[in-house]
Every structure is written in C-alpha cells, then in structure tokens.
C-alpha cells in the first residue's frame, strides 16, 4: 500500500476554502475522485485509499446515480447514502451525485407536453412549478450530499426540442434549465451545483460554452474534461476552458476508458501532470476530479495504474515535481526499494505501448478499449484529434518518424468507404468532406500497411521489454506484487500482438481487394499471417488464467472479435463485395 503523501499535502489541506465558497483562490483547493461503478467493495476500497491522497471531493456517477432520479429506486437510494457517509466519515468534505436533464419525455405529466408534435410547453409556469418540486422530492431522498453535477445537452427529451416563443435559442432554452435547477438546488438548498461541458465537434462545444455564459445564477460552477470531447491520449488541453467565467473543476481519465481501462499498461504521469500544469495556470480552474473505475470491479485502486491517482496528487502537492520521476516514486512506495528502478521502468513505457497499440498513426482505432477497426467509425471521424489541432498534424514516433495530417493522410488512407459516408461524418467534420481531404474511396496501399506495421511491431517489443523488466525484478517483488505485475504485462504483451495480427490482416485485406494487380503471393502471405498469429494470440487469451477485473472492456471477448475478422476476411465479407482471400501457393 501507498504511504501518505509528503507532509505539504495537509498543510494545503489545511488552506482550504470551504466546499460551498463559489470561488476558490488556488488551482488545488478541490482535489476529487470519481466512482462509476456500482460494486460496493471496489467503492469502499476507494474510499478507504481517499485519506491517503488527501482527497476533499468524492463524486457518485454513472451505475450508482447517472439521473438524479434513480434515488427514488431503493437500492441505489440505499448505496448512495451509505457511500456518502462512508466518504464524510473518511474526510471527504464534498461528495456530489450525478443528474441529466431534462429525463425521457414521458417522464414529464402529459399536462404539460401541449407545444407542437407533444413537445414540452416551457412557457408554461405550471411545468416549472412541477419540475422545481420534482427536485425538492428528489433531493429529500438523498439528504446529506454536498453538491451535483449537471449534464444538460444530448439528455433524454432534449431541452432544446422542446417548445418556447419567449426562448428562442438552444442555448437560452439550455441556460433557463439550468437557472431553474440552480433555483432548487443551489439558492434554497445552499449545495454547489456543477455543470458538465461536451460537444462532439468546435461548434458544439461553442454552443455549450455560450448557454453557460447565459446562466443568470453566478454561484453554478462548472466541470470540464481535460480534453475536449472525450479521453483520448491524443487530443489537446481543452481550449473553451479558459473562457469559462465560472469557477471549473477539471475531470481526468485515469481509469483509462480509451486507452486499456487499467487491464493493460495504463501508467502515464506526464499525461494527467502536464494536462494538470496547464490548467493550475488557469485563474477559474479550481481543481481536479479523476475517474477511478470503468464499472463493475474494474477500480485502479490497489493496482499499478493507481499511479495516475498518485500523479495527480502529488503534482498538486508539489508544483515542481517532475513526472518522469513520480514512476520510482510510486513503485519505490508500493514493491519496494529494490525493485523500483525495474517497475519503474516498465511501467514509463505503457504511454508509448498504448498509442502504438490501441492507437493507429495517431488516431484512437479500439472501441472503449476493445479491438474494432470496422465497423467501429467513431474512429476515423467522431474521435478524430485533428478537430481540435489546427493545423491538425500529428507526429508519429514509433520507428515510424513521419508527421502525417489527421485526414489527408491517415483517416483518408486507413478509413474503410463505410465510415468516410457516414452521415455523423458530415455533420460534425463537413469541412473536411467538402475541401475534399477525405473522399469515398478505398485507398489503403502498400506504403500505408508499411506505415501501420511498423508501429504495430514496436508496440509489440516495447511491451516485451516492459514484461522482461518485470520478471528481471522478481526476486525483489513479493509473491504478489510480482503475479499482479506479471499479468500487467502478460496481458499487455498480449493485447499489442493481437492488434498487430488483426492489422495485418484487415489493412492488408483493405489492400488485397483493390484488385488482381493487387493480390500478390506477398500480400496473401502477410494477411494469412495475420489472421494465423490473430487465432494463436487468441487461444492464449481465452486460456490466460489471469483474465483481469469485469467492466465495459471484457479483455477475453477481444478473441472473439479477432475470430471475425478470420471469418470475414477468409471466407469473404460482404462490405467487400465477399472477396475471400484464398492461401498463399506454396
């Protein structure tokens, strides 16, 4: 276990300003953890480590409260406030629920759905009577909470479809919502109230921001993603952040819902720290709030990816630290002295496995860690990092060494037709369809397979190397921490190999059925390659007896997805008009 932080985290703990204060005077007044998943031991571990890190803010989501009104549901009314009062017992000061608005239409009377094709009439005072009481009910059934975090775009019946002469924006529709929960909750409750940004694309984000800027209570804050749009390694810092004339708290992945949800080599410090220095130089940002699961009993906690907590914390303890050297901190303090310089190493490398793995020149190719090139398209449009870089470049290291563009070069290359004509595509990155940077066709060739290869084999030995400091560190790990450790990066080595067969095979298929002056001896060789390593890799997962903790990402299942591309591209899939590729001869 974790000793406690150096002595400088109490003293600012000791500066704090109260939670209910709407504006804090330093970047590290509010220093949160979050807990998704429903799993009462992995919650009560978390908890119980909370001390440790000197953590003030504990937020409730997702499978314990996603909407407000699940309290009205025993069971998770039950855990809800058996969590908080375990978190107040444990010095959190600050333990937030979770809430959407507006829910489903027909949550709402039909009284009061009398506007246009049954929309809500939202000039109609009775409505917001109505709804202000809902909330007073639901608040009464979870008393002793400190705050709620407000998602209020893309939720259930959508505020902004609903109907309004007198409101006639998206954005004022979106902001009177928000004064009307602010009324309940923050004027006559006297709780802080939190409102989380999204935006799948600039403009969307914009009109986020703007609705926020409408809000007439001064007291709402407002809570961030460190990136725009969602998790993934290779966005930017999120630019809107600074616009925001309200205190922010802003949200960190460290339970890595992209990128291997902990099952896998997920320890990156310089990730969150350097997110982290960016935002403490920020006068609104107010602090932080990390992610500690991906449900079920996937917690980092009590696992080498704690270090991303630990980065963290000890980055707001200490502003001069170094990230690089948070990794022989935390594995001196957690398998010893000994053994540090080892662990630390192998665990210095899972930034560079992951974007080499779970990544493809640059761009996220695994749906919520799961293997998925197609049909999967959020990848090759939705999560592309290019919307939010301009000029939106990418430099590839990995032996690669080339700066590509994120659609000229790798979305219009590596994307399959299926995804280039997505409607989702046009909507939220038309530009790029209109200046013709991405067209409808199949232009995988040889040089890009070449490109993908190369990072896909440096993924694959740069886990290997991480595995084999691991077991050069056995005699020095207790029984333990060397099974925990070693299955770390079993499956680590794994999962990179894996990936790397199905892109041969996939990429390499993408190619093949361009045509006969395509189908080389060559080529077919390499995808059989491909789909036989994919069936190998696969049996050692399915027979692997340390399959990892539950949670969305089920890493055995990740077989099972292998086994359809060696279907599909052996016996012929029909998105490419059922061409099989036949063995090599000889």
């Given at each position: 276990?974790?000793?406690?932080?150096?002595?400088?985290?109490?003293?600012?703990?000791?500066?704090?300003?109260s939670?209910?204060?709407?504006?804090?005077?330093?970047?590290?007044?509010?220093?949160g953890?979050?807990?998704?998943s429903?799993?009462?031991?992995?919650?009560?571990?978390?908890?119980?480590?909370?001390?440790?890190?000197?953590?003030?803010?504990?937020?409730?989501?997702?499978?314990i409260?996603?909407d407000?009104?699940e309290?009205?549901?025993?069971?998770?009314?039950?855990?809800?406030?058996?969590?908080?009062?375990?978190?107040?017992?444990?010095?959190?000061d600050?333990?937030?629920?979770?809430d959407?608005?507006?829910?489903?239409?027909?949550?709402?009377?039909?009284?009061f759905?009398?506007?246009?094709?049954?929309?809500?009439?939202?000039?109609?005072?009775?409505?917001?009577?109505?709804?202000?009481?809902?909330?007073?009910?639901?608040?009464?059934?979870?008393?002793?909470?400190?705050?709620?975090?407000?998602?209020?775009?893309?939720?259930?019946?959508?505020?902004e479809?609903?109907?309004?002469?007198?409101?006639?924006t998206?954005?004022?529709?979106?902001?009177?919502?928000?004064?009307?929960?602010?009324d309940?909750?923050?004027?006559?409750?006297?709780?802080?109230?939190?409102?989380?940004?999204?935006?799948?694309?600039?403009?969307?984000?914009?009109?986020?921001?703007?609705?926020?800027?409408?809000?007439?209570?001064?007291?709402?804050?407002?809570?961030?993603?460190?990136q725009?749009?969602?998790?993934?390694?290779?966005?930017?810092?999120?630019?809107?952040?600074?616009?925001?004339?309200r205190?922010?708290?802003?949200?960190?992945?460290?339970?890595?819902?992209y990128?291997?949800?902990?099952?896998?080599?997920?320890?990156w410090?310089?990730?969150?720290?350097?997110?982290?220095?960016?935002?403490?130089?920020?006068?609104?940002?107010?602090?932080?709030?990390?992610?500690?699961d991906?449900?079920?009993?996937?917690?980092?906690?009590?696992?080498?990816?704690?270090?991303?907590?630990?980065?963290?914390?000890?980055a707001?303890?200490?502003?001069?630290?170094?990230?690089?050297?948070?990794y022989?901190?935390?594995?001196?303090?957690?398998?010893?002295?000994?053994?540090?310089?080892?662990?630390a190493?192998?665990?210095?490398?899972?930034?560079?496995?992951?974007?080499?793995?779970?990544?493809?020149?640059?761009?996220?190719?695994?749906?919520?860690?799961?293997?998925?090139?197609?049909?999967?398209c959020?990848?090759?449009?939705?999560?592309?990092?290019?919307?939010?870089?301009?000029?939106?470049?990418?430099?590839?290291?990995?032996?690669v060494?080339?700066?590509?563009?994120?659609?000229?070069?790798?979305?219009?290359h590596?994307?399959?037709?299926?995804?280039?004509?997505?409607?989702?595509?046009?909507?939220?990155?038309?530009?790029?369809?209109?200046?013709?940077?991405?067209?409808p066709?199949?232009?995988?060739?040889?040089?890009?397979?070449r490109?993908?290869?190369?990072?896909?084999?440096?993924?694959v030995?740069?886990?290997?190397?991480?595995?084999?400091?691991?077991?050069?560190?056995?005699?020095?790990?207790?029984?333990?921490?060397?099974?925990?450790l070693?299955?770390?990066?079993?499956?680590?080595?794994?999962?990179?190999?894996?990936q790397?067969?199905?892109?041969?095979?996939?990429?390499?298929y993408?190619v093949?059925?361009?045509?006969?002056?395509?189908?080389?001896?060559?080529?077919?060789?390499?995808?059989?390659?491909?789909?036989?390593?994919?069936?190998?890799?696969?049996?050692?997962?399915?027979?692997?007896?340390?399959?990892?903790?539950?949670?969305e990402?089920n890493?055995?299942?990740?077989?099972?997805?292998?086994?359809?591309?060696?279907?599909r591209?052996?016996?012929?899939?029909?998105?490419?008009?059922?061409?099989?590729?036949?063995?090599?001869?000889?």
């Open positions: 276990m974790l000793s406690r932080l150096p002595a400088v985290l109490a003293l600012i703990s000791a500066a704090l300003l939670p209910a204060t709407a504006r804090a005077e330093s970047p590290q007044d509010v220093r953890w979050t807990i998704l429903d799993d009462d031991a992995g919650a009560d571990a978390v908890i119980a480590a909370a001390p440790r890190y000197d953590i003030n803010h504990l937020q409730l989501s997702h499978d409260v996603h407000l009104r309290v009205r549901e025993e069971p998770r009314r039950v855990q809800a406030n058996r969590l908080t009062a375990a978190a107040h017992a444990a010095g959190v600050e333990v937030a629920i979770w959407h608005s507006l829910y489903s239409l027909t949550y709402y009377p039909e009284r759905r009398t506007g246009p094709n049954g929309t809500i009439d939202l000039d109609d005072p009775a409505f917001w009577a109505w709804f202000k009481q809902d909330y007073r009910e639901m608040l009464d059934l979870v008393p002793d909470i400190d705050s709620v975090v407000l998602t209020f775009i893309e939720t259930g019946a959508r505020i479809r609903q109907h309004s002469t007198r409101l006639t998206d954005s004022q529709k979106q902001a009177h919502l928000i004064d009307q929960v602010a309940v909750i923050v004027e006559e409750r006297g709780l802080n109230l939190y409102l989380r940004t999204f935006g799948y694309y600039p403009a969307e984000m914009q009109r986020t921001i703007d609705a926020i800027a409408l809000v007439d209570n001064r007291d709402v804050r407002v809570m961030a993603k460190a725009p749009h969602d998790f993934f390694l290779t966005h930017p810092v999120d630019r809107t952040v600074e616009r925001i004339d205190p922010v708290l802003i949200e960190y992945d460290t339970a890595g819902e990128n291997g949800q902990g099952k896998i080599a997920n320890a410090p310089e990730e969150h720290v350097n997110r982290l220095r960016h935002y403490q130089r920020l006068p609104n940002v107010i602090g932080y709030v990390a992610r500690t991906r449900y079920a009993d996937s917690r980092i906690v009590g696992t080498p990816t704690e270090i991303n907590l630990y980065a963290l914390a000890r707001t303890a200490d502003p001069r630290v170094r990230p690089a050297s948070m022989r901190e935390f594995a001196a303090r957690t398998y010893g002295r000994r053994a540090a310089d080892k662990v190493s192998a665990l210095s490398k899972s930034y560079d496995i992951v974007t080499s793995a779970l990544y493809t020149l640059g761009t996220n190719t695994a749906n919520h860690s799961r293997l998925d090139f197609e049909p999967y959020s990848s090759w449009h939705r999560s592309v990092s290019g919307k939010w870089i301009e000029p939106p470049l990418t430099r590839v290291r990995h032996t060494n080339r700066t590509f563009d994120f659609w000229k070069d790798v979305v219009q590596l994307a399959p037709v299926t995804c280039k004509t997505q409607p989702t595509f046009r909507t939220e990155a038309g530009y790029v369809l209109g200046n013709g940077w991405v067209t066709h199949n232009l995988m060739n040889v040089r890009y397979l490109y993908v290869l190369k990072e896909k084999d440096f993924g030995r740069l886990a290997e190397q991480a595995l084999r400091e691991i077991r050069d560190a056995r005699r020095h790990l207790s029984s333990d921490h060397y099974r925990q070693n299955a770390y990066f079993e499956r680590t080595v794994l999962t990179a190999r894996l790397r067969a199905v892109a041969k095979a996939y990429f390499g993408r093949y059925v361009q045509g006969p002056e395509h189908q080389t001896d060559r080529l077919k060789r390499l995808i059989w390659q491909g789909l036989d390593e994919s069936r190998e890799v696969a049996t050692a997962i399915t027979t692997y007896p340390d399959k990892a903790a539950g949670g990402w890493w055995v299942r990740d077989a099972e997805e292998a086994e359809k591309y060696y279907q591209i052996s016996t012929g899939w029909d998105r490419y008009d059922n061409i099989a590729v036949p063995p090599p001869k000889g």
